[in-house]
C-alpha cells in the first residue's frame, strides 16, 4: 500500500491556527461579557441598598437630635425640659396614714425628731407631682404622662433622683409605697402600720424597722435585703432575685422568690415559710428543730432538714428546686459542718 504524502502550504496552517485562536477568544469574550453583565447589576443593587442605608442613617441622627434638643428646631416656642427642685411639709396636724404613688423613681422614708413629714425631690414643671392632706391621710401621687414630652421623657437624658421622705418619730400610722423601676429604702422606723411596698425592676432594703401590725414587701427583677426587723408578720416576695434577711422576728413569716436564692440569719416565726426555685436555701433559725414541725423538699439539691423531724407547735416549711437546702437551728449543738455555715453567714454580713 502506498500512503500519500499531501504538503499542506504553510500559509493554510497558519490560517487555521488563527482560526482557533479567534474561537477561542469570541468565547472568552462572551464568557466576560456574560460575567461583567452579572456583576455591573449586582453593583447596582448594592449601591442601591448602601444609598438607602445612608439615608435612614441621616434621617435618624437628624430626628435624634432634634429630640435631645427639645424638638426647638421643629417647635421654636418650646424650651428644652428642665427639672425643678420640690419640697413639702405638712401641716402639723396629726396624720395617721402616708400614701405615696411614684413611677419610674427611687424612693426612700426615714424617720427623725421633727413633727411634720417632709418632702424632697424633683420634677418636670410639665408634670408636677400632685400633694394632698385630707382626713388624716397625706396623698402624694405622681400623675401619669399625659403630656406627649413626658411620654419620651427618656429622650430628654434628665434623671429624677429619689424622693426623700422624712417622717417624725410621732407617726405611728399607715405606709403604703408604689414605685417603678427604681429601688426603695426604709431606715430606723417605729411605727403601729401596717406597711406596704411594691416596686418592680428594682431592689428593697429594709434596716432596723419595728411594725406592730404587718410588713409586705414586693418587687420583681429585683433583691429584697431586711436586717433588724420586728413585725407582727412578715411577707417578703420577689422574681428573679435573691432574698436576704437577718435578725427578724415576726409570728408569721413568709420569704419566696424564683430564679434567686434565700440566705437568713436569726430568724424567728411561729409560721416560717421559705420558698424558692432554682436557688439555694440556707441560714439559720432560732430555737430548736424539736420546737418546729418541719417539712422540707427540694429536687436536684442536697437537703440538710431530710433527717429532722419535730413536733413542736411552730412550723417550718421549706421548698425549692434545682438547689440545696442548709438550714440549722441555734439552740442546737453545732457541728463543724454548722459552724462552717455560720461563718459563711458571718463573712456575707448577715449575722453580726
Not at 62 to 77: C, D, E, H, K, Q
Not at 118 to 145: A, C, F, K
Request: aromatic share 6%; charged share 20%.
Amino acid at each position: 500500500m502506498e500512503v500519500a504524502i499531501v504538503d499542506v502550504h504553510p500559509s493554510c496552517r497558519y490560517s487555521s491556527i488563527l482560526t482557533n485562536f479567534t474561537s477561542l477568544f469570541d468565547i472568552t469574550r462572551t464568557s466576560l461579557y456574560r460575567k461583567n453583565e452579572g456583576d455591573e447589576a449586582m453593583k447596582r443593587v448594592l449601591t442601591v441598598v448602601l444609598i438607602s442605608i445612608l439615608i435612614l442613617a441621616v434621617t435618624a441622627f437628624v430626628t435624634i437630635m432634634i429630640a435631645i434638643s427639645g424638638f426647638r428646631y421643629l417647635l421654636p416656642n418650646v424650651a428644652p425640659v428642665r427639672l425643678v427642685d420640690r419640697q413639702y411639709e405638712s401641716a402639723n396636724e396629726p396624720l395617721s396614714e402616708l400614701r405615696i404613688i411614684l413611677r419610674n423613681r427611687p424612693a426612700t422614708i426615714r424617720m427623725d425628731q421633727g413633727t411634720t413629714i417632709r418632702l424632697d425631690w424633683n420634677e418636670t414643671e410639665y408634670e408636677p407631682v400632685q400633694i394632698q392632706e385630707q382626713d388624716g391621710r397625706l396623698s402624694v401621687e405622681e400623675g401619669e404622662h399625659t403630656t406627649w414630652r413626658a411620654r419620651f421623657d427618656w429622650l430628654w437624658g434628665f434623671a429624677l433622683r429619689p424622693m426623700t421622705v422624712t417622717i417624725p418619730a410621732t407617726f405611728k400610722g399607715r405606709i403604703d409605697l408604689v414605685t417603678s423601676n427604681g429601688p426603695v429604702t426604709l431606715d430606723s422606723l417605729d411605727l403601729a402600720g401596717p406597711v406596704n411596698v411594691r416596686t418592680t425592676n428594682g431592689g428593697i432594703t429594709v434596716q432596723n424597722l419595728a411594725v406592730t401590725a404587718g410588713l409586705e414587701l414586693a418587687t420583681s427583677n429585683g433583691a429584697i435585703t431586711a436586717q433588724d426587723i420586728t413585725v407582727d408578720s412578715a411577707y417578703l416576695v420577689t422574681s428573679n432575685g435573691r432574698i436576704e434577711v437577718s435578725q427578724l422576728l415576726a409570728k408569721d413569716l413568709s420569704l419566696k422568690t424564683s430564679n434567686g436564692p434565700i440566705n437568713c440569719a436569726a430568724i424567728t416565726g411561729d409560721t416560717i415559710r421559705l420558698e424558692t426555685s432554682n436557688g439555694n436555701i440556707r441560714g439559720t433559725v432560732q430555737g430548736r428543730a424539736k420546737d418546729y414541725s418541719i417539712t422540707s423538699q427540694t429536687s436536684n439539691g442536697e437537703n440538710s432538714l431530710e433527717d429532722v423531724s419535730g413536733q413542736g407547735a411552730k412550723t417550718l416549711t421549706v421548698k425549692t428546686s434545682n438547689g440545696n437546702i442548709e438550714i440549722q437551728f441555734t439552740g442546737e449543738t453545732q457541728s463543724a459542718g454548722n459552724l462552717l455555715s455560720v461563718t459563711w453567714l458571718m463573712k456575707a454580713g448577715l449575722v453580726r
